[in-house]
């Protein structure tokens, strides 16, 4: 039985990515942890099933959408069949035999899924050639929204754009815009949050050459909710740094500034070194960082693999 | 400037790439190192001039064909900028940044190639919609034929085999039967070469956590000629030992046996443990055995990962 699944501690382009690849190969998609609000939010607007939790990779054949990363995927990967990664992230691990894989450096792994049906691509990755429903074009421009932070962060292309117009018209939502900030809006609704669930909303493990770094991000649209709890976010990150960590930053992502304050617990002097940044309390604002995946793990991977 | 190269030791699958995707990216195809003589008859019979040899990446944009691995590319990698890596090995490296990587488990990088071009889907790579003239399309087939020694490798597919009717016709070659047993003759012409050059005619190295493992391979229809100089092979293994390997692999793979000796030289345990069997005097016979990559570097990698 095929599987389809997005990383750990999901974000909606990884559910919204399995669901749609999933109708494509006729696999199920699944999930490795809760909806975050957003999520859960687009699923309830198109109508759309939440994913089977699944916890195991025995005996399953396995494709991995949006994460190329053991620290991001089942524990006990090794134990599936894997055949296939369709991504826009870093390579971040190696396989044991040749695999489907498929990356492309776009804002979202939702953009790499519209690219391959708009160019009827579905067939070249093992998929059928069937129609976009409405309603799965709506997941996909919503995850595109999504990761790229409505088209603000600097991983957005003018693929993105244009692909999200397309899909636009297919799931009848006039106004991208209108719908982008609803959507935000639903994204930094974190005031009833334990300072936990805020940092597991979008946590992610790395392996950098043997050192384990977590990088936590949430983005606002207003900071206030968020600042008030912030010595409280940071105790909750010094306990989770107890797990073996040698590093944990967490990004607060102000999407109307365009720039993330770092909250920073383990080793200040990596990141200080990586991001020629000084910490303070702390903390540290990087003027313009957005991305993750584009902005910070590249110069944190850089630091510690030399 | 971009340069498009396949691996060290090259191969005929990795310069009739290159060659054939810098036609369509408007790159410069590269090679690391000598020419092999099934690769020189090649391009002597297409009139195709050899690529240009580099050593380094530096300033070099950079798309790696025919290999996903640190350890078979330039030393320097990290010095270049990756931008894509077009592929059909298993996964055996990381990146810092995304890139475009297309990797399917076919019988050759120039199967892939082939598929890309045949689906109008050079321009989703970044290429050019050009047209594909007789002598690329002849490089195309003969590194599917050589690759999968003539469709007899286990790594085989039924797409290697149509696709490489089509570029048969394009390249006005009525009996692909007739022109692969020119080209197996012309990989088996070992006659006249050291024990050395024999060895790095298709030589790989891997890092297996931590571990060096070198894996070579000669494939040829009438093992007489290896077979009279094996034990100056195993003595030049041997010295290529003390370059601080774990454990060196050569495959003196017999054609029309199907099926391998295997030279070993260093961690015994380790290959005996990995492949089952016991190796008296240095060699053991793998039945069935011709694919360093789907049938020996698999089982190795999981003996020593885990
Ligand atoms: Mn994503
Ligand atoms: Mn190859």
């Given at each position: ?15 919204c990515s ?6 494509f ?5 699944a999930r ?11 699923l ?12 195991s990779?025995?005996?399953?054949e ?8 053991k ?6 990967l090794?134990?599936?069949k ?16 040749p ?5 492309k ?11 391959l ?7 070249y990755?093992?998929g059928?050639?069937?129609e976009?429903?409405?309603d799965l074009?709506?997941?996909?421009l919503s ?10 962060s ?8 244009q ?18 900030m ?24 790395f392996?950098?050459?043997g ?7 949430v ?21 989770k ?10 990004l607060i ?11 920073v ?8 070194k990586a ?8 903390s ?8 993750r ?10 630091y510690?693999?030399k």
């Amino acid at each position: 039985m095929l599987y389809i699944t997005g990383h750990t501690n999901p974000d909606t382009d990884s559910i919204c990515s399995a669901i749609v690849l999933s109708y494509f190969m006729d696999g199920a998609p699944a999930r490795l942890g809760k909806l975050n609000p957003e999520t859960e939010f687009i699923l309830k607007r198109f109508g759309i099933m939440e994913p089977e939790l699944i916890k195991s990779a025995k005996g399953k054949e396995l494709i991995l959408v949006d994460h190329a990363e053991k620290s991001q995927s089942l524990e006990d990967l090794d134990e599936g069949k894997l055949i296939g990664i369709i991504d826009h992230h870093k390579v971040g691990m190696t396989t044991s035999e040749p695999i489907l894989f498929i990356s492309k450096p776009l804002g979202s792994t939702a953009t790499v899924i519209s690219e391959l049906y708009f160019n009827n691509m579905m067939p070249y990755i093992g998929g059928k050639n069937k129609e976009l429903k409405p309603d799965l074009a709506g997941l996909l421009l919503s995850a595109i929204i999504s990761d790229t932070v409505l088209f603000k962060s600097p991983t957005t292309t003018e693929t993105d754009k244009q692909l999200a117009e397309k899909l636009a018209k297919i799931a009848n939502i006039d106004d991208i815009n209108k719908y982008g900030m609803e959507l935000l809006k639903a994204k930094s609704s974190v005031g009833k949050m334990s300072p936990e669930e805020i940092i597991s909303l979008d946590y992610k493990n790395f392996d950098f050459n043997g050192k384990k770094i977590g990088i936590g991000q949430v983005e606002v649209i207003d900071v206030s909710e968020v600042e008030a709890k912030k010595q409280h976010i940071y105790k909750a990150l010094e306990e989770k740094f107890k797990e073996n960590y040698d590093l944990i930053l967490f990004l607060i992502t102000d999407i109307m500034k365009e720039g993330s304050e770092v909250l920073v617990v383990g080793d200040n002097k990596a990141f200080e070194k990586a991001f020629n940044t000084t910490v303070e309390n702390n903390s540290t604002f990087l003027e313009g960082v957005m991305s993750r995946k584009k902005q910070v793990v590249p110069p944190l991977e850089k630091y510690y693999i030399k």
